[in-house]
């Protein structure tokens, strides 16, 4: 998709309330190309491609999208939000975003956008001081509206019946390939226009937090760390569920109700207020009190929205409090080498008198042949 289906209304407030982030930055000029800040703020995502695509967003004044004159028709226009300025095959586009954001003394580009193009900006607009656009647009991204989380909760509901169509499946005898396939499948079957990643772990590559699901094949007597997202309308979807193919591993029964035990916690500590500190840690307490503290190597979860990963991330070394609209994963893990892996991943929003859990599966392994 290259355009959000966001009404320009909302488009204006969010460009007003980055221009804030602006003032309490001294930041003149906020420059955006591929990633995620350039369809939050116009509906519009860049091609990923060496012609450039810029947003010229000046503190006072108004924004101009530069774009390639061939992909300006699939730009949707949005008055009041900003104007389109089409560069020619022949033209110099870092000299018309030079032209458009003057010689700011401080100037915020976005943190995906190429190399090659910052520090030609940065020759052409002078030294001056430069900070990553996150900077302004991190905390405001965090904090989902309505449409966001309906968007958020339409993915989760789509990676949910992918996850329970696969319940109805066979794994032994396939290869993780194959089985990663099938969960790619029924990702775009739900609605999803991206299948972002497959993560199918079998046996002891589970170990592998983010194994990549290769030509191993499935065996009986397995468990398969199944980790899976897409997007759906612009936004992610992000979901982990054990697989057990027949009888589980020897000790994965006991281990996974500490696990669960230790998510579910987690989960329900997550509120309004809350540091995102204090979230990791009830998850890792518990896991470190059942002896597999060190079986846990990674954060407790990761923000979603427009990226897969994005702030806030529930983390030891994020102190900030959690807020009402943050959506974000909650999922720890166990990882014992040579033998066998487990995760078990929701997505949350917090809400005023808690959170909202936007993933229903039921968190018991799911049992298949
Ligand atoms: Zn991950
Ligand atoms: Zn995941
Ligand atoms: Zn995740």
Not at 144 to 166: G, H, I, P, Q, S
Not at 237 to 255: A, K, L, Q
Not at 330 to 353: H, K, N, Q, S
């Amino acid at each position: 998709v290259t355009s959000l289906s966001v009404d320009d209304a909302v488009l204006g407030r969010r460009c007003d309330r980055v221009r804030a982030a602006m003032a309490e930055h001294d930041v003149d000029v906020l420059l955006l190309s591929v990633g995620p800040d350039l369809p939050y703020l116009t509906g519009y995502e860049a091609m990923p491609l060496e012609r450039l695509t810029m947003l010229v967003l000046p503190r006072e004044g108004d924004a101009t999208l530069v774009v390639p004159g061939l992909e300006a028709p699939r730009v949707h226009e949005r008055p009041g939000v900003f104007t389109i300025a089409p560069w020619g095959e022949a033209d110099d586009p870092i000299a018309l975003v030079g032209q458009l954001a003057g010689r700011p003394r401080r100037a915020a580009v976005g943190d995906h956008t190429w190399a090659r193009f910052v520090l030609a900006l940065q020759a052409e607009l002078g030294a001056g001081d430069w900070v990553p656009a996150r900077t302004l647009t991190g905390p405001l991204r965090a904090v989902k509206d309505d449409a966001e989380v309906a968007a958020l909760r339409r993915a989760a509901a789509a990676v949910d019946a992918a996850v329970t169509d696969l319940a109805g499946s066979r794994f032994s005898g396939r290869t993780e390939a194959e089985v990663a396939r099938e969960f790619a499948d029924r990702i775009l079957a739900h609605g999803h226009q991206v299948v972002n990643f497959t993560i199918v772990a079998s046996g002891p590559n589970g170990a592998s937090p983010h194994h990549d699901a290769g030509e191993r094949v499935i065996r009986r007597g397995e468990a398969v760390v199944c980790d899976v997202g897409g997007t759906l309308d612009g936004y992610c979807s992000d979901i982990t569920r054990m697989f057990v193919v027949g009888e589980p591993p020897e000790g994965f029964t006991e281990i996974y109700a500490v696990l669960r035990e230790a998510q579910e916690a987690a989960v329900a500590a997550a509120t309004a207020g809350t540091p995102a500190a204090a979230v990791d840690a009830v998850a890792r307490d518990r896991i470190a009190a059942a002896g597999h503290g060190e079986h846990f190597v990674h954060r407790t979860g990761h923000g979603i929205g427009i990226e897969a990963h994005e702030d806030p991330y529930v983390v030891a070394t994020n102190p900030a409090p959690l807020e009402v609209g943050h959506a974000f994963s909650v999922e720890p893990g166990i990882y014992l080498p040579g033998r066998f892996g487990m995760r078990l991943e929701d997505i949350l929003v917090i809400t005023a008198d808690g959170s909202e859990a936007l993933n229903r599966v039921p968190h018991d392994p799911i049992v298949v042949g």
